[in-house]
């Protein structure tokens, strides 16, 4: 089965009960990627808005190449996500810095889709962590771990693996279980989104005395994973769009 990679759905979750050292393959492909004058004038305006924001709030922000989803395929053997190089950071952070839209009805190729990875992180003591980020394109806002898949990335599990490491200092051994939660394609923002779940076998507590900040990491009891609970628990913060997506998504009935 392929799972289209179009600008027909605001969100396409995929589930599969699938082990992360054998569900995800990244295969490469020739782009079909074709940016247009059109595309390049929305890229560049938007571009010059979104840099002008962070550099008068010396926020960092990358300027590099990234992954390119071209489709994704599920057979007996686990999930291939077909990518190509050709997309950069400076054309998805362009694009969306417009209102969606003016470029969700540009053709397939006209826009770079790129491909990221987020981490449902849950502790031994039942606390889904979130971290607050004053970076890129978003307003501060609190989130699910996870980031873009940039060129050169051979293995999706490490992929998400570092950033847990990066941003929480979440070792290998920590991790109690690692499992492919969704894939889902968010046109909204250029994103074709792989989820994790993964458990910890530490509490909130051992996590936070990794040197974490404890006053950007923000945690929700989901010791019964109700979903009236997470809706209220997000409901006091400023949530990252994708990553209260996810959450919609991951704990509804």
């Known amino acids: 089965m392929t799972i289209p990679v179009t600008n027909n759905h605001q969100f396409l979750p995929f589930k599969l009960p699938i082990k992360p ?5 990244l295969l490469k492909t020739e782009s079909t990627f074709m940016s247009d004058t059109q595309t390049e004038v929305l890229i ?7 840099t002008r924001r962070m550099s008068e709030r010396n926020w960092p922000y990358f300027d590099g190449p990234l992954v390119r989803v071209e489709r994704v395929e599920d057979d ?3 999930i291939i996500v077909v990518v190509a190089t050709g997309a950069t950071y400076r054309q ?3 694009l969306r810095a417009h209102a969606s839209e003016t470029y969700v009805q540009l053709s397939k190729s006209q826009l770079p889709n790129a491909l990221s990875v987020i981490a449902l992180i849950k ?3 039942n606390q889904l962590v979130l971290n607050q980020r ?3 394109d978003w307003e501060v806002s609190h989130e699910l771990i996870g980031g873009f898949v940039r060129v050169g990335t051979t293995d999706l599990v490490t992929s998400i693996n570092s950033f847990m490491a990066k941003d929480l200092s979440i ?3 920590d991790i109690a279980q690692h499992n492919l939660h969704s894939i889902g394609h968010y046109p909204a ?3 074709t989104m792989v989820v994790f779940d993964i458990a910890l076998n530490i509490t909130l507590a051992e996590l936070l005395l990794r040197g974490n900040n404890a006053e950007t990491v923000q945690a929700i009891n989901i010791e019964n994973e109700a979903e009236d609970c997470v809706q209220k628990a997000v409901s006091g913060l400023v949530m990252h769009p994708p990553s209260l997506t996810i959450l919609a998504y991951r704990y509804s009935k």
Request: glycine share 14%.
């Open 76 to 78: 007996e053997s686990g």
């Open 21 to 25: 050292e054998t569900f995800t393959t």
């Open 171 to 173: 070792n290998d051994t």
């Open 92 to 94: 998805v952070i362009g």
């Open 134 to 136: 004053a970076s890129g």
């Open 123 to 125: 502790t031994s003591d």
């Open 44 to 50: 560049r305006e938007g571009w010059e808005k979104v």
């Open 189 to 191: 923002i250029l994103e």
